[in-house]
């Protein structure tokens, strides 16, 4: 797959032009609504029902694989990255995956998306004996809260070792496409549901103007289910009332991701945002690579290596690039969204479990120089007109506060808009400099005319200012 | 003009699809390349070549005038706002004005911004025996920097007074059309030119990576001047060096406006930037009306009233709402922008001459209540497809730092994008509870699945950011 290996000299653009590749992400497109048939894969991922055939590449001699990674009990890692992880599958170059994700939000409403769906079911399957997927969250096992203690929440779905891929070279990962997942309870067929939490994380939490003080809102949101896109509309809300989950903790607060959601203990209100349809963008808030810093790493700080960066540009036709930092690169997807705006700002977007189509290209570090992933060490995303540089409070927070744990706790107490901007500045620059082989000078003054800073989120810990540089200001 | 003044119930998008006032606009639209003919008005703005005639409007038995301010050393003042200034013209609610603005950095390149231009050479116009424009800025004036010290930088042209505006009022001003001020300068015939400065009180400042560290660094581009609007081009930087006003004054640094570059002085770089285009966004980046806080307030600080809140969508189509807090409002615009990116960030933006069509609207205070200027605090901006709200790092800095000069100073120190979040958090949530009537818990929601927080700018002392929120979420 020689043109998938960029290197000095790519543009990195031809992909979107390339008529072969379309023909290729066509028919890739198709696991989205059905199987791909193939083989199971051997191992853990196999009784997890992972599948694999050959695609016909449209160049000549070339042949790639597709493999499809359902979402369930035996196909995700709840809330954590680790570069230690035993991987889901292996993968070359050129590969595609079809990857489903699951919203970790899911039993905000266990009618509308869990109950029906056996992926999903076998996720959050938890009774007074049995946990399907105990550890959530990098935290200790023995956790007062649960296992894992909540330190980190997304229910990721993979790792996917890249065949080849080691520290210094950078991944990519194309979006070919996406498609929201239906429900599976009949009752709601054809429809498909999402949560937005207003929750003790969010932006707003210690500064509410109307009583009571310290509550935690659920809003179910209905997402046009027939591939549209186009629209969510509120159905109802609820305040969180104090959850007992299956093992008899009592949860006052929203402190630990799955607990079941009692319908009988909640009041919806289904007299709101009547009227009022929010334009869709199915993306995914979590998507990187595992660090190298640390064991287990919460899946809720974003850093270097991607993460959970929430940037609703993440979605179809968006490619990101992330620094590889360990053997095979380790990357897993989570968090899915139907839409959120720049900011995130009360801890959530509509979580909405959402499958993707993505293609892996590995590019190796002595390719670099000359082109535009030359000294990347954060998540660069591309899409059709647009490059997108994340800064963060802190450009690494592994190294700059230690051991994962206290590290994810330290940065919480850093979270700064201020310094997130002057990382944000401080990439954008060095990327002009370095790739572009600008001055100083030159880049400073491009990118007051024409690069925008906006506020990626300010929920994640690690809060996030991303630059949005247009291509079409490079020389033709 | 009944229509004009909206009352309850009024969408206020209306004039965007009125096929009248796009015809009574087109009409105005004239005056970008004509001189509209018409009378002198009275005084020193007739002195200053202000006219005025009637515009017909397409209303049956209605009428407007259209006013003609061509910007020179009588029509200006530089770098405040004063709510006791004498007004420039006086004009009712429906009226247009045609407002010619003028960069404070043309004096960054005589012989293209200046020269062969009677308006811009007058205002400029500085030798040893007389400053055509001596206060420059809100400072005393004898201030040992120059009278008005530079505390406060912008060309301003006006003000305003708006017939029957009182405090509590709303004005609305419509950008109906700009175009950019060619070059007066028989050798640049038929092209327009701005300066963009990366200077001491740019974001990247004291974070230089090359030598020499503090730096200013002015870069000159070329701006298609055809109406298209579509490009800026660089076509030299250099560094400032230590420049000599004509009263005998030494500026090391750009302290003070309207210093002239002597150009033997400086060492031309015409090596940057080869084939990189800059799409354009013509704007103004001081916009609004004087405060209530005190006599005269410096124009670089923005605030409540607007001023100097750098959004590049303040251009052609877009409306702005302004709270009226002195008698009259007293309108000023300036500081004309080719182009800049959100947050502006190496403290200007391509600062370019610029001509607008404006369109005055007054909102009485008691036909605010049931729509969107309800308790508007704030500059609120509306494009096509955007209402778009400013938050600051402090929402009414006069008011938390008291007078003027120390209250600048004050600012300066304590900008931060962190507050400044939270101001647009806490105007945005009430923008949603008192216009739309929704709950704090909707409010909430729908802010974080559909609201875009961006930064507007981090150079003016008062940092800004602003939320986007999308028309098209509206009940239909």
Known sequence: MSDHICGTGCSHFSHLNDADLQAEFAEARHSLRTSIGGEKVAGKAGLGGVTHRPLPSKKQGENVSHYYIPANDKTIHWGYFSKSMEPLIKLDSGDYATIETVTHHSNDDIERMVKGDPGVESIFHWDAKHKAVDRRGAGPMDHPLGAGGGLGVHVCTGPVFVNGAEPGDVLEVRIVDTMQRPSGNPDYRGKTFGSNVASNWGFQFNNLIT???????ITIYEVDAKGEQSWAKAVYNYRWTPQTDPWGKVHPIIDYPGVPVDKHSITPNYDILKGYEIPVRPHFGMIGVAPVEAEIVSSIVPSYSGGNF????MGKGATAFFPVVVPGAMFSVGDPHASQGDAELC?????????????FILHKKADLPGTKLFGLDYPLLETESELIVHGFSSANYLKEFGDSDDAAAEMFKKSSLDSAMTDAFNKTRRFFMDTRNLSEDEAISLISVSVDFGITQVVDGNWGVHAIIKKSIFPK
Chains 1, 2 share one sequence.
């Open 310 to 313: 929430d940037n609703w540009r």
């Open 347 to 359: 801890g959530t977007a509509i979580e909405c479990s959402l499958t993707g189509v993505f293609q």
């Open 211 to 217: 009583e009571p003080k310290g509550r935690e809102v």
